[in-house]
């Protein structure tokens, strides 16, 4: 078992729906990421949360949303998405945003299909 | 521009051999380059990881070679099993900035 927990694991919805991935740490770690993956590729960079604030946003369109509540919870809110949006998204944490040689630590990630 | 490049694609390899993977990268700024094992379904979960100071890291059956000078990394993994068939990630970071992912190896191990 991974010490980051993703919520649902599995998520199907409609291109109109709303909906909330969910990821939580209890590490203490000051760092937050969300990826976003495809089949056989590598994870793909979409926000960092250092101190629970936005520090990078890689030009990911608006119909995703980040947000960090607290120092152990971090949340991806989806609206509005498209067929290409189904992929695995990944959370994961590191032990401080800028102390370096430090791993990221990844959860088992929510697997989405948009219909 | 891919910043860590990673060979070969797909490996497989017999019960018992050595599987090598490869990556490359020209930013010499990156100063920590992290292995990740990553099975269907589960997310990337850190195997191996090695610093520019160090020219080989050993941890049981998995070993990192580094090359400062060529600008080049390694994984070994001796004694190969079928439970190691997954896909295989290299990384490389920079203090306070993101993590750099190669392009994966899927590796397969036949019995």
């Known amino acids: 078992d991974t010490e980051v927990t993703q919520t649902p694991k599995h998520l199907v919805m409609g291109m109109t729906n709303k909906k909330s991935l969910k990821c939580e740490q209890h590490m203490g770690h000051r760092a937050m990421y969300w990826y976003k993956q495809k089949a056989k590729k590598p994870p793909e960079l979409m926000f960092v949360y250092s101190y629970e604030k936005l520090s990078i946003n890689e030009s990911v369109p608006s119909r995703f949303s980040p947000e960090c509540p607290n120092s152990s919870l971090l949340n991806l809110h989806l609206h509005a998405l498209q067929p290409e949006d189904s992929a695995l998204y990944l959370c994961?944490?590191?032990?401080?945003?800028?102390?370096?040689?430090?791993?990221?630590?990844f959860g088992d990630g929510t697997r989405l299909s948009i219909l | 521009q891919q910043q860590v490049k990673q060979s070969p694609q797909s490996l497989i390899v017999q019960k018992g051999g050595i599987s090598i993977i490869n990556c490359a990268y020209e930013?010499?700024?990156?100063?920590?380059f992290p292995w990740y094992q990553q099975f269907p379904g589960k997310g990337p979960a850190l195997l191996i990881a090695i610093r520019p100071d160090v020219s080989e890291k050993k941890e049981g059956r998995f070993t990192i070679s580094f090359n400062k000078s060529a600008k080049q990394f390694s994984l070994h993994i001796m004694d190969s099993q079928p439970g190691d068939s997954a896909t295989y990630f290299c990384a490389a970071s920079i203090p306070g900035n993101q993590f750099y992912f190669g392009t994966g190896t899927s590796l397969t191990v036949i019995p």
């Open positions: 930013n010499t700024a990156f100063d920590y």
């Open positions: 994961a944490s590191e032990t401080e945003p800028t102390s370096g040689n430090q791993p990221q630590h």
